[in-house]
């Protein structure tokens, strides 16, 4: 089918404005249809543990930041190109990942601020709740309907794709879409790099770095860099608000597995009732554990960071000497991403607009 229909940028932005409107309405228990929102976060937590409906609330929170009209206006104005319309649509493929709740949102917001046309794949672990904001988003701009289509199998008409999965999808990402313009993102993690003097608030706030979805994003902090003989026992002081963690059935048993398979194999760590916290050079760490990593001087993990700048998503730290391989974020701010920090680093608006050229 040949999609013809363009729509001005202003009422792009203006439509998706009143998403956010629809949604900051939700969260402030006024929606029209309250009762509809909360079926569908009540669905998605029914399909998918892990989405719980504290965790759906803080992802549509950080969307309703996003599409305020300011924050929109100010993010595109950085592309020049999208001031006129687009007169020739592009089709985009994305297959989203389902780790956390509508993270493949903003892959959505790109595609069709853009002006091209969305073909999705959802992920089944989050199936539900994009199709209810996009159906919003048609309620509030019919015009969307034409744009925005989710499918069970990307086709071989597309002119870009954008996927995100584990390193081993990855590979066949990069191989079934060979001639095709791509994204493909990889497994990353967040990192966070101690150096002792960091405050009560900073140790408290990491624990959002840590446990907000509980430590399924590629933003969550899952590895400490910390100095040689690190004092956990502040940390473990400052985290303790968080032990409620514990309650939620899945992290409880991922907790007791994890545990239970380290005594059992002699490993040495250290637990709280709600997290385990290892020495282990990897950077990803299974759920309910913390990785760590002991340090002798700046000059030296600058290196070996950097060497790792493939795998790293986002950098906690204060310490103005670190040479981060990725963006700096404040202390609890890892799982509030700008409009403008772009996964894996890779500019998708920058992407989609040079297809065009």
């Given at each position: 089918?040949?999609?013809?229909?363009?729509?001005?940028?202003?009422?792009?932005?203006?439509?998706?404005?009143?998403?956010?409107?629809?949604?900051?309405?939700?969260?402030?228990?006024?929606?029209?249809?309250?009762?509809?929102?909360?079926?569908?976060?009540?669905?998605?937590?029914?399909?998918?543990?892990?989405?719980?409906?504290?965790?759906?609330?803080?992802?549509?929170?950080?969307?309703?930041?996003?599409?305020?009209?300011?924050?929109?206006?100010?993010?595109?104005?950085?592309?020049?190109q999208l001031k006129t319309e687009n007169k020739k649509p592009l089709t985009v493929g994305v297959v989203m990942a389902?780790?956390?709740?509508?993270?493949?949102?903003?892959?959505?917001?790109?595609?069709?601020?853009?002006?091209?046309?969305?073909?999705?794949?959802?992920?089944?672990?989050?199936?539900?709740?994009?199709?209810?904001?996009?159906?919003?988003?048609?309620?509030?701009?019919?015009?969307?309907?034409?744009?925005?289509?989710?499918?069970?199998?990307?086709?071989?008409?597309?002119?870009?794709?954008?996927?995100?999965?584990?390193?081993?999808?990855?590979?066949?990402?990069?191989?079934?879409?060979?001639?095709?313009?791509?994204?493909?993102?990889?497994?990353?993690?967040?990192?966070?790099?101690?150096?002792?003097?960091?405050?009560?608030?900073?140790?408290?706030?990491?624990?959002?770095?840590?446990?907000?979805?509980?430590?399924?994003?590629?933003?969550?902090?899952?590895?400490?860099?910390?100095?040689?003989?690190?004092?956990?026992?502040?940390?473990?002081?400052?985290?303790?608000?968080?032990?409620?963690?514990?309650?939620?059935?899945?992290?409880?048993?991922?907790?007791?597995?994890?545990?239970?398979?380290?005594?059992?194999?002699?490993?040495?760590?250290?637990?709280?009732?709600?997290?385990?916290?290892?020495?282990?050079?990897?950077?990803?760490?299974?759920?309910?554990?913390?990785?760590?990593?002991?340090?002798?001087?700046?000059?030296?993990?600058?290196?070996?960071?950097?060497?790792?700048?493939?795998?790293?998503?986002?950098?906690?730290?204060?310490?103005?000497?670190?040479?981060?391989?990725?963006?700096?974020?404040?202390?609890?701010?890892?799982?509030?991403?700008?409009?403008?920090?772009?996964?894996?680093?890779?500019?998708?608006?920058?992407?989609?607009?040079?297809?065009?050229?």
């Open positions: 089918m040949l999609y013809n229909h363009t729509m001005h940028p202003d009422k792009s932005i203006n439509s998706f404005h009143l998403l956010g409107e629809e949604i900051r309405n939700f969260l402030d228990g006024k929606a029209s249809q309250q009762a509809e929102w909360e079926k569908v976060l009540q669905l998605a937590e029914q399909e998918n543990g892990w989405f719980t409906p504290e965790s759906i609330i803080r992802a549509l929170k950080g969307i309703s930041l996003w599409l305020e009209k300011g924050a929109l206006t100010k993010w595109l104005a950085e592309y020049p389902g780790n956390i709740p509508l993270v493949g949102f903003h892959d959505f917001l790109c595609v069709l601020l853009s002006g091209n046309i969305l073909h999705a794949k959802l992920s089944h672990s989050d199936a539900r709740l994009l199709p209810f904001l996009a159906n919003k988003l048609i309620e509030i701009e019919p015009a969307w309907k034409e744009k925005i289509q989710f499918v069970e199998k990307l086709n071989g008409t597309l002119n870009a794709v954008i996927a995100t999965g584990s390193n081993n999808t990855a590979r066949h990402f990069e191989y079934y879409f060979r001639n095709v313009p791509h994204i493909i993102r990889r497994n990353r993690n967040g990192i966070a790099v101690l150096t002792g003097s960091e405050t009560d608030t900073e140790l408290n706030a990491l624990g959002v770095d840590i446990f907000s979805y509980f430590g399924l994003g590629c933003r969550n902090v899952s590895k400490l860099y910390v100095p040689n003989n690190y004092d956990f026992s502040n940390f473990f002081k400052n985290i303790e608000p968080y032990k409620t963690v514990i309650n939620h059935n899945k992290y409880h048993s991922n907790y007791v597995y994890n545990r239970t398979i380290y005594l059992m194999d002699g490993k040495k760590f250290t637990d709280n009732g709600f997290l385990a916290v290892i020495n282990n050079p990897a950077l990803s760490s299974p759920i309910a554990v913390l990785n760590f990593e002991e340090y002798e001087n700046m000059e030296k993990l600058n290196k070996d960071l950097n060497g790792m700048k493939e795998q790293i998503q986002c950098v906690v730290c204060k310490d103005q000497k670190l040479d981060a391989p990725a963006k700096v974020i404040p202390f609890g701010e890892t799982q509030s991403p700008s409009l403008s920090d772009y996964a894996d680093g890779v500019d998708v608006m920058l992407f989609l607009l040079e297809q065009h050229d």
